[in-house]
């Protein structure tokens, strides 16, 4: 059992930045595949970023060059930074994760567990 606590969330203004952070409680960290997604209000939730175990990543074009995910398998952390933020970022954030995931995966249905959820909202 794997419980996700997300946090690093907040307003900020077009081109700036925000790092999410995904704090996991429970064993074997290291063995995780995590996602960071997103839903946009009366959008469906979709994929942003996505880590493997050993590192592998994945990003969704929109946001290519401008995120970076990363995890720290000591803190039992993964990281979502944010850079040149746009208007249409704005989401809630989840992270995600999924047991014994070399690869990153990119379908909702994939992840075992789930974060609450954390409000990113960017003003133009």
């Known amino acids: 059992q794997v419980q996700l606590v997300e946090s690093g969330g907040g307003l900020v203004q077009a081109g700036g930045s925000l790092r999410l952070s995904c704090a996991a409680s429970?064993?074997?960290?290291?063995?995780?595949?995590l996602g960071w997604f997103r839903q946009a209000p009366g959008k469906e939730r979709d994929i942003v970023a996505a880590?493997?175990?050993?590192?592998?990543?994945y990003y969704t074009d929109s946001v290519k060059g401008r995120f970076t995910i990363s995890r720290d398998n000591v803190k039992n952390t993964v990281f979502l930074q944010m850079n040149s933020l746009k208007p249409e970022d704005t989401a809630v954030y989840y992270c995600?994760?999924?047991?014994?995931?070399?690869?990153?995966?990119?379908?909702?249905?994939?992840?075992?567990?789930w974060g609450q959820g954390t409000q990113v909202t960017v003003s133009s």
């Open positions: 995600a994760a999924k047991y014994d995931s070399v690869s990153p995966h990119v379908a909702e249905s994939e992840y075992n567990y």
């Open positions: 429970g064993r074997a960290f290291s063995a995780y595949g």
């Open positions: 880590i493997g175990y050993m590192g592998t990543t």
